[in-house]
């Protein structure tokens, strides 16, 4: 089995390229997906935390939980960007200036 640090180095990885990815991306769907790879970034450092205490299973267990909310929260962010996209013609989130119809 690799050591510990690599997974973390890894989750680090992954993590920073999800936020660059929200930075500097315009689009939503593209901003949406940023957010996913730093949700997973943080599943592999709580599944590689929790390999350091064997016999428990409480960081797969939140690793579970926030799969479970990732899974919810793009339901939703993609719901919103489909009524948003009706209703401006746009996906690209600097474009939408008024909330009101």
Sequence with gaps: MAPVHHFLYL???LFSTGLIVIITK???IMVLLGLELML???NLNLVAFN????GSLQGQMFALFVIV???C???VGLA????????YRTSVPD???????
């Design 95 to 101: 474009h939408v200036n008024e909330l009101n119809q």
């Design 26 to 28: 315009r689009n939503t």
């Design 73 to 75: 929260e793009a339901a």
């Design 11 to 13: 989750g680090a990885f």
């Design 40 to 42: 997973n970034a943080s």
């Design 80 to 87: 919103i960007v489909l009524r948003v996209y009706r209703q």
């Design 51 to 54: 390999s350091l205490h064997p």
């Design 69 to 71: 909310v990732a899974v």
